[in-house]
């Protein structure tokens, strides 16, 4: 299974004003990424508004980006999560059916919780077993999912349980735990850092891939802060992390996602946040 390194950003869903699915948008969407040197993305997850889709959208945005960057080296990640694990497994295998599909991603079910680790590591074992050709990143964000199992104990214990199992979407601040995850079982695990906010301190900690919502539109500057690193100027790096922390609070108060989905709207595409 191929490594990944850099930026995947977490794309959002194009819609009409009704609600409607608007997938001529994606070939664009596609392109704009592309330019931004964007390794890939992570499809139908909270960016996405996955969870407000039907599992017939969801499907139908999988295939639409499959189209979109067919011939290219472009990594589709594909977010599987369900409350339904049998529609979870059903998504998990439509994915892993279309080109260019590099993984698959699942929270733990969060309404009715799983009651012990060994339940969580059954349910991904089951949703990752129905696209076994593909990895498996099991996607961590306890402030979401209020699932907050140690991922050093879910990656020991899960390794020989599920074959397929390649590592960790880790939308989370503990850095002390993301480290130790990345030194598991002789560095096996991918740990994809999750939180835009904290890009430079996750790069400190030994993160080289990149999962968020505003490499959308701020690419530029995180391949400035990762540069400024690169060449010991550190100043220079943090100064950097501070202006997107800047701009991501300044976006928040108008609700993260909408706001977000504006800027894309009113700027064409267009690269500003540099």
Not at 10 to 34: C, V, W
Not at 167 to 172: A, M, R
Request: proline share 4%; charged share 20%.
């Amino acid at each position: 299974m191929e490594k990944l390194d850099g930026l995947i950003a977490a794309t959002h869903t194009p819609m009409r004003e009704n609600g409607d699915l608007k997938l001529e948008n994606i070939s664009d969407y596609f392109h704009f990424l592309s330019r931004n040197n964007i390794r890939g993305i992570f499809l139908n997850g909270s960016t996405s508004e996955g969870y407000h889709l039907t599992t017939a959208e969801r499907k139908q945005t999988v295939e639409a980006w499959s189209n979109a960057a067919e011939g290219s080296n472009f990594k589709i990640f594909v977010f599987v999560g369900h409350l339904s694990t049998r529609d979870a497994c059903d998504l998990a295998e439509h994915a892993a059916s279309l080109k260019n599909i590099h993984g698959i991603s699942a929270t733990a079910p969060f309404y009715q919780k799983p009651a012990s680790l060994d339940l969580l590591i059954d349910t991904c074992s089951t949703i990752a077993a129905s696209s076994a050709s593909k990895p498996l990143y099991y996607y961590h964000i306890p402030l979401l999912t209020q699932v907050a199992v140690p991922m050093t104990q879910f990656l020991t214990q899960a390794a020989d349980r599920i074959p397929n199992l390649k590592g960790v979407k880790y939308t989370h601040n503990d850095l002390e735990e993301y480290m130790m995850c990345k030194d598991l079982c002789g560095g096996k695990f991918e740990m994809f850092a999750g939180i835009d906010e904290i890009v430079l301190a996750s790069k400190a900690c030994g993160a080289t891939n990149y999962i968020g919502s505003t490499y959308n539109f701020m690419a530029p500057l995180y391949y400035k802060i990762f540069s400024a690193v690169d060449q010991s100027n550190l100043p220079e790096a943090q100064y950097l992390q501070k202006k997107a922390i800047s701009i991501i609070k300044m976006i928040a108060p108008y609700g993260f996602i909408s706001a977000c989905k504006f800027i894309m709207k009113r700027n064409r595409y267009e690269q500003r946040f540099t």
